[in-house]
């Protein structure tokens, strides 16, 4: 690894589009305002359009200028931005980008070290990679790393392909794929909140845990991304990568060092063990769901069907509940349940961790009820750990009362806590891959999800659409939980 200010040239692919102003530009400010990043570092910026150098800084002072920050001046930080038009397909482009890397390589003094962002749509990640190093910007003296973006793939044999593409010009080592929930400060706390707590570990297992929930619900919908959705929906945009990335920290077993192979091969060990499903069987494990229109905090929204570029009759699932079970010492017989979806009730990301009733617990609550213990790991938009425990609550019998202990990550410095993207690129300019996905856990994800898709690509989802926008996804779901005889805790806090 190298220091924790990296110097580099940061080539983004895709300069003009709405990642790079949305997150991308925004992420390198901060890194730089808050000394992360040396002067040494440049961004080139390329793309189809034909812009000027003081057009392109036009554009990154805009996205970052909600910050505000008197102590930095925003030309200065914007001058380190150059643009490149630019046609992928077009090898005397890359050589005249690779002349100009070297010039900056000598202005800012970055020794060689180049970082190629593909912020853009996948179709030309194989042919980029392959023309980066056949046109010699990947020989240099200092590091190259190539960052890519999802989808990474369409299924198994599609990343498959694109990756051996890939790997013709970059080694595996070299290769950054992008899942920004492993740049959330709340999931990567997960690791420590198990690994670092006696009072955690060892009651992480099937003998003491009843079921573990993992749900991600958004308020948005697809908005202006219908055609990307289309082809997508919801089991490839949010459970293929960043739901079973959840999963495999939450079941993992402890790393026997911090290093990204340790920790990344106990992930890949998690995701062997989801037990597989037939086609026939998804029904019994797996749910979808699409929104009908509704009403989203306090206002009348289309339903999915009616969006831009979305066919009227789509099949297209917006919503994903599912039960996996880990074929292992540690987790047999243990339900992992899952749920995504878009137009919820609420944005929130959110874990609960429930452990198993004592056997002879006497001490009910004044409604004849016991309660569980559980461990709510609250990712966003709140951060945090809630512990739900039972106490006697000041009267005179032995009845219980649940009670929490809170505890909030974001209550005193939240314009603090650094933003996933901007966690993500500095760890790759540090040369740490710990919190990007290795080729084998994104081959093992999709091998999982292909069977659902398979089964749900085999039959029309005549009962679409079957939950109201505003709502917590349809009824289905929720029978899938009351089959074991569970139920999901509520994600939003008057139900909590
Ligand atoms: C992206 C998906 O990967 O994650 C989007 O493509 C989704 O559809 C987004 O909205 C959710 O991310 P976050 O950080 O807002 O939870």
Redesign the pocket.
């Known amino acids: 690894m190298t220091t924790n200010t990296p110097k580099a040239v940061i080539v983004i692919f895709g300069a003009t589009g709405d990642l790079a102003n949305r997150k991308l530009y925004p992420s390198i400010y901060r890194l730089y305002r808050n000394g992360k990043l040396s002067d040494n570092f440049a961004v080139v910026g390329v793309a189809r359009r034909p812009l000027t150098n003081d057009q392109f800084r036009d554009n990154v002072k805009e996205s970052i200028s909600h910050f505000d920050d008197p102590n930095i001046d925003p030309d200065s930080f914007a001058n380190h931005f150059h643009y490149n038009p630019f046609d992928v397909q077009d090898l005397t482009h890359y050589q005249e980008l690779n002349k100009f890397l070297q010039t900056l390589d000598e202005e800012y003094q970055t020794e060689g070290n180049r970082l190629f962002y593909l912020a853009m749509a996948p179709n030309f990640f194989g042919t980029i990679a392959a023309n980066l190093k056949s046109e010699g910007l990947t020989a240099t003296e200092g590091w190259t790393r190539l960052v890519i973006e999802?989808p990474f793939g369409h299924n198994y044999e599609s990343a498959e392909v694109l990756n051996n593409q890939i790997r013709e010009a970059f080694t595996e080592d070299q290769i950054y794929r992008i899942d920004?929930y492993l740049g959330k400060e709340m999931v990567q706390n997960i690791e420590v909140i198990r690994f670092a707590n006696a009072i955690f570990e060892p009651l992480w297992n099937n003998q003491h845990i009843s079921n573990i929930q993992i749900t991600?619900s958004?308020v948005?919908g697809v908005e202006d991304r219908g055609r990307y959705y289309e082809s997508s929906g919801a089991l490839r945009?949010?459970v293929q990568n960043?739901m079973l990335q959840m999963l495999a920290l939450l079941a993992m077993e402890p790393p026997i060092k911090l290093t990204p192979d340790e920790i990344r091969s106990e992930k890949v060990k998690v995701l062997r063990a989801v037990k597989p499903m037939e086609v026939e069987d998804v029904d019994n494990y797996f749910v979808r769901g699409q929104y009908d229109k509704g009403i989203v905090e306090g206002e009348e929204k289309p339903a999915y069907r009616e969006g831009n570029s979305v066919d009227e009759n789509s099949n297209t699932e917006t919503f994903v509940a599912g039960k996996l079970l880990i074929d292992n010492f540690r987790w047999a017989g243990v339900p992992f349940y899952i749920r995504t979806g878009k137009r919820m009730k609420k944005k929130s990301?959110e874990i609960v961790i429930q452990f198993k009733d004592l056997p002879m617990n006497l001490y009910y609550d004044k409604g004849d009820n016991i309660h569980p213990n559980l461990l709510v790991i609250h990712i966003?938009p709140h951060e945090g750990i809630t512990l739900h425990l039972n106490a006697k609550k000041g009267d005179y019998g032995t009845t219980s009362t649940p009670i929490k202990l809170n505890y909030n990550n974001n209550s005193n410095d939240k314009m603090n806590t650094p933003e996933a993207y901007e966690v993500l690129l500095h760890d790759c300019m540090r040369g740490d891959s710990t919190n990007f996905t290795h080729w084998d856990e994104v081959a093992l994800s999709w091998k999982f999800v292909d069977i659902i898709s398979k089964a749900w690509g085999n039959k029309s989802a005549d009962q679409f659409p079957n939950y109201e926008s505003g709502t917590n996804g349809p009824k289905e779901s929720d029978a899938l939980l009351q089959e074991d005889g569970f139920h999901w805790w509520a994600v939003t806090p008057e139900e909590d």
């Open positions: 999802k920004h991600s958004e948005l945009d949010m960043h990301t966003q």
